[in-house]
């Protein structure tokens, strides 16, 4: 009847019983007692066409500061204790700046619950548009729709109500297990995907939404982006917890890429453990298909035990990368690709030495030395290409293990570690080769 009664509103000739079926849903004109009842309410949303234009100004159940001496139509809604409930008039059929009220209580006397004059709407065309949210007792809700100032024109007034039970879009997230080192890559589509029926962290009732669980480590940044080439479309990342339909927003963004495309996404957050979800959607509600990378900015670790460095020493190893997990990032400069660990302690000070010149090295090699552990490493120095009797594509590093008098500790002159900690050197090849390689080392204790 709502779209009919609007439809005909065009024409001259009017069906009488239309119009009253149509103006007995547009709201209550006379006050809270006047209010019209609203029903089947669930995650489908409910819209309601109306107007506050001739409704009587209400100006004793206002219950905010905003100025407004309008004309207030008024709604009843009543849902399970429990159920989540969402209001507003945020959409391109209304035409004035909005003020939504919400009441408990009696229509004699109505109790203020909360109130909303301006929300972030990207479908309205004038602003002003307004949004409620909150969780029913089971009891009955005056809703009152009203103009800033002396506003007044057409309203489309939005309600949706949802519970666990029945907010099933998040329910059906799609679980993508750790560990997100290397990052995990995934292609997927918003398109036809479902809409959610909570607006939080940048997502709308009506966007199509993809959604995902992540489990990420603790205390360690993950990345979730939606850079890459095959992504077509202005993206938004969201990432919440909490449980499906009553989620709390952790962290999203809207465009946050430079490598491929400005409104692609990228969102870094820090877990604090347990499952996380992840919601893929449009700007403004935009559809089409996406590259998803979630990562974790955990390093690939040396796996053996540490070499004491208890005084001097000398030794050398081959090594061969072809089968090593890649790095998932670059610590020092430019290091990519699988990477061989040889991991130290150094119990004393003194002078290490480390190349990999040698007749058997058999690829262009990229040498770094790591201090710390898998949980965050830094850089202490770093090197490409050496000068080497056997190559100029070998390479080499030297720093200082010194002490610092009066401490007992042990520091590099690049902020190496203290007594006891571990530094790694960590061996891969220029723009990710990869290879067999003598590794020499010297350590000169003083």
């Not at 009847?1 to 005909?8: H, K, V």
């Not at 004038?126 to 809703?143: F, R």
């Not at 035990?305 to 997990?325: H, Q, R």
């Not at 040498?367 to 710390?372: A, D, F, I, N, P």
Request: aromatic share 14%.
């Amino acid at each position: 009847f709502f779209f009919l009664c609007f439809i005909m509103k065009q024409h001259v000739i009017v069906l009488f019983c239309l119009i009253a079926a149509c103006f007995a849903q547009l709201g209550g004109f006379s006050g809270p007692c006047s209010a019209s009842p609203i029903h089947d309410l669930g995650v489908v949303p409910v819209s309601i066409f109306s107007t506050n234009v001739n409704a009587e100004t209400s100006t004793s159940y206002y219950c905010t500061s905003i100025s407004t001496y309008s004309g207030t139509t008024w709604f009843s809604v009543q849902a399970d204790a429990g159920t989540r409930l969402n209001a507003t008039t945020c959409n391109s059929y209304t035409e004035f700046d909005t003020v939504i009220t919400l009441y408990n209580g009696t229509c004699y006397n109505p109790q203020c619950v909360l109130y909303n004059d301006d929300t972030s709407c990207y479908s309205a065309n004038v602003g002003g548009t307004s949004k409620i949210e909150w969780t029913s007792d089971g009891n009955e809700y005056l809703i009152g729709v009203s103009g800033f100032s002396s506003n007044e024109g057409q309203f489309e007034l939005i309600l949706t109500a949802h519970t666990p039970e029945n907010t099933p879009s998040c329910t059906e997230a799609i679980a993508l297990p750790g560990p997100y080192f290397p990052p995990l890559v995934l292609e997927g589509s918003n398109v036809n995907a479902p809409t959610y029926s909570q607006d939080t962290c940048g997502i709308e009732t009506y966007y199509p939404v993809s959604w995902y669980t992540i489990t990420p480590e603790a205390d360690l940044e993950v990345t979730v982006s939606t850079c890459g080439y095959y992504t077509d479309f202005d993206t938004k990342i969201a990432v919440l917890d909490g449980t499906c339909g009553f989620l709390d927003c952790v962290a999203e963004n809207d465009d946050n890429c430079t490598d491929y495309s400005s409104l692609t996404s990228t969102v870094s957050f820090a877990p604090s453990g347990g499952a996380y979800y992840v919601a893929v959607l449009g700007y403004a509600g935009q559809t089409g298909n996406y590259q998803l990378t979630i990562s974790q900015a955990r390093q690939s670790c040396s796996t053996g035990e540490p070499t004491v460095l208890s005084g001097s020493a000398y030794d050398s190893v081959i090594i061969n990368t072809v089968t090593e997990p890649a790095l998932t990032h670059s610590t020092c400069s430019s290091e990519t690709g699988p990477a061989y660990w040889l991991t130290f302690t150094a119990d004393v000070s003194g002078y290490f030495y480390a190349n990999t010149c040698s007749s058997l090295t058999n690829f262009d090699t990229y040498m770094s030395v790591y201090e710390g552990s898998c949980l965050g490493y830094t850089c202490v120095t770093y090197n490409d290409d050496s000068s080497c009797s056997y190559s100029s594509y070998d390479s080499s590093v030297a720093f200082d293990v010194s002490s610092v008098s009066n401490s007992g500790t042990l520091t590099v002159d690049t902020n190496m570690g203290t007594s006891g900690e571990t530094f790694s050197i960590v061996i891969t090849g220029y723009a990710g080769n990869t290879g067999t390689a003598e590794v020499t080392y010297t350590f000169d204790a003083y």
